[in-house]
């Protein structure tokens, strides 16, 4: 997911946002709806100067605005999430009022594969299609493990794609971890006139660590010191 925000956020990036002005009306709105996964996006926030660095250290404390599940009362967070299958639906809405309202903006989701076992989720995959929302972008980091298991053994979720082309979506598929294909999906979007559009990027969950790589157990597991100086050298990061 690290590789997603990352293109969607570059200065002059797929996202069009101020990071001085984080209310500023015509940004395109992103919606997390993976809130879990709020670490990732609070980094990525800091970095492109929303909030200084440094509050970072905060995440997760007592009183922090920093909150284990993605909150908005973070600058340039929309909506708070956590309950999955929540945040479809709400970038459905977000994309509607902007239709209606005449609004240049778009409406980026980002969803978990787990998250799709909702039916909620598919209550808004149907909805998007009838009122021609090609404001709105999902993008599905499809990583094929949740909570509990590898998706295809909880409930398996292929063909991905030709589901939601049969809901009436504009789709691809792109490696989730190359920022060149990534960004090249993104440059053109909406991919077809009156049509939502759906990006599954195929991901591999903790990629580049040797460690936590596919592995089920760091869905949850937080690294130690010595684990951490280890992630990062072979992310080949500067500590501290």
Known sequence: MADL???????GGALR??????????????????GHSCTALYATLALRGFF???????????????????????????????????????????????KRGGHGWRVVVLLSDGELDEGSNWEAILFAPQHGLDNLLAIVD????????????VLELGPLADKFRSFRWSVREVDGHDHTAIRAALADVPWEAGKPGCLIAHTIKGKGVDFMQDKLAWHYKSPDATQVTEALRQLRCPEG
């Not at 660095?53 to 404390?61: F, G, P, S, V």
């Open 5 to 11: 925000l990352s293109v969607l956020y570059a200065d």
């Open 17 to 34: 946002v101020r990071p001085d002005q984080p209310d500023w009306p015509e940004r395109d709105r992103f919606i997390l709806s993976k």
């Open 52 to 98: 200084p660095e440094a509050e970072l250290e905060t995440y997760a404390r007592d009183g922090s605005r920093l909150m284990a599940h993605v909150s908005h009362r973070v600058p340039g967070v929309e909506f708070s999430t956590g309950s999955l299958g929540h945040g479809l639906g709400f970038g459905v809405g977000k994309a509607l009022a902007g």
């Open 142 to 153: 499809y990583n094929k493990i949740q909570s509990l298991g590898e998706v295809a053994a």
